[in-house]
């Protein structure tokens, strides 16, 4: 096994000890390293981790994930509202292709749609001149833009990769509960717009990020959960930034992204095998029936066997590849298929051939008997006059010529014997 296998393979299996060990030997020939892409703005960008910062950092939360075994395509934008993501999904090159090969998606967005929405900067520099009642009604409006674009990006997502998980973050109070005036004021306004809401005004926002998360294969990573009560060991605070998530702020959000993948891989993968049954003389193809985005190894082997089985002591896979989703066989029996998917999960599963008849033994080709020569019988019919009166003419002449003859040959005796 090459060593980049198996780097890959143990970083994965230190990431969910748990999980990855009943799959010691789950790696393909080439290994394959899982690709998650992320989506977002400033928090997925990792805003502020590095100074003069003006790529992605490889510390924010997309690269902590697992430990670190994903390969990492941030597209996250400092400053972003879910409409701007939305804008890029549908005009940025890069989007598109990125989603499509992605095994794993991170979505956090929307913060900056609350924030304009608020005017954070104007509360601090005048807390006293707010109007909690105007500043809702300013928010309503944005809810909605929110909610529309949460699921147009779900949609886009669903439309270029039907099956790769979406690990959907909600949003989290970046303000504490604090003594002072005006972080306490900012503390209350964030925990009723995000997640108290105002009846018959305004729902919480992240109910919003709830109901998006009822589409199939979408995850909520509870970040409002997680930070609140932390915001002064997960936000940078004064004087740096009153905002975004510090290095622990990002292990944390990581770490939500951690159990939700957990839970995905406990999952045992499924599908179906399936073969006609009626009687036939002719090989049988099997179908596998899978809805996999990504499949790194699908083969088969006769008889009954498990996971193990289709690897060699040196770690590479045995059996026959299946292409195309089917394959077939010749003979009746028990057939095993074995799937390994782009998240490392694999799975057997086994059908029973019993409809292959044998082919019946072919029928010999008689030879024909040679039929007798036809026998010409001759039968007493009178034979027709055909002769002509020349050659009656002939007869007679010869008979006269002949009388002739003797006549002379025995006058000239006489005259001798005179």
Do not use: C
Request: proline share 7%; aromatic share 10%; no cysteine.
């Amino acid at each position: 096994m090459k060593f980049k296998k198996l780097s890959v393979l143990l970083t994965l299996m230190l990431a969910f000890s748990t999980f990855f060990a009943s799959f010691a030997f789950a790696a393909e020939e080439n290994m394959y390293k899982p690709k998650l892409v992320a989506l977002g703005d400033s928090i997925t960008f990792g805003f502020k981790l590095e100074d003069n910062q003006i790529q992605p950092s490889p510390n924010a939360f997309p690269s902590l994930i697992a430990g670190g075994a994903f390969d990492v395509t941030n597209l996250g934008f400092p400053g972003w509202t879910s409409s701007d993501l939305f804008n890029a999904m549908n005009t940025d090159a890069k989007f598109s292709p990125a989603i499509k090969a992605a095994d794993i998606i991170t979505l956090n967005i929307g913060s900056n749609d609350l924030l304009g929405a608020v005017g954070i900067n104007q509360i601090i520099a005048n807390p006293g001149a707010v109007d909690q009642n105007a500043l809702l009604q300013k928010v309503v409006p944005a809810a909605g833009i929110l909610k529309q674009n949460l699921t147009s990006i779900i949609t886009k997502i669903r439309t270029e990769n039907p099956t790769a998980p979406i690990v959907l973050y909600n949003i989290y109070n970046p303000f504490g509960e604090s003594t002072d005036p005006t972080f306490a004021l900012l503390h209350n306004i964030g925990k009723q717009i995000i997640n108290d809401g105002v009846p018959n005004v305004l729902p919480g926002i992240n109910q919003l990020y709830a109901a998006a998360g009822q589409v199939p294969g979408t995850f909520v990573a509870d970040a409002y959960k997680a930070f609140n009560g932390n915001q002064a060991n997960y936000i940078f605070g004064l004087p740096k930034d009153l905002i975004h998530p510090n290095a622990s702020g990002h292990t944390a959000l990581a770490g939500l992204a951690d159990v939700i993948l957990d839970s995905i891989l406990s999952k045992e993968i499924s599908f179906e095998l399936s073969s006609p049954t009626a009687e036939t003389t002719d090989p049988v193809t099997i179908e596998v029936l899978t809805g996999f985005h990504k499949v790194l190894s699908m083969r088969w082997l006769e008889g009954t066997h498990t996971a193990k089985s289709f690897y060699d002591n040196n770690g590479a896979l045995l059996g026959d590849v299946i292409n195309g989703n089917e394959f077939k066989v010749q003979k009746n029996g028990t057939y095993t298929v074995y799937i390994l998917d782009s998240l490392y999960r694999e799975a057997v599963r086994t059908i029973e051939v019993k409809n292959i008849k044998d082919k019946p033994a072919p029928t010999p080709i008689p030879i024909p008997t040679p039929a007798p020569a036809p026998q010409t019988v001759v039968k007493g019919y009178a034979i027709p006059n055909t002769a002509s009166p020349a050659y009656n003419f002939v007869a007679i002449g010869s008979i006269v010529l002949l009388a002739g003859f003797v006549t002379l040959q025995v006058q000239k005796r006489r005259r001798q014997d005179v």
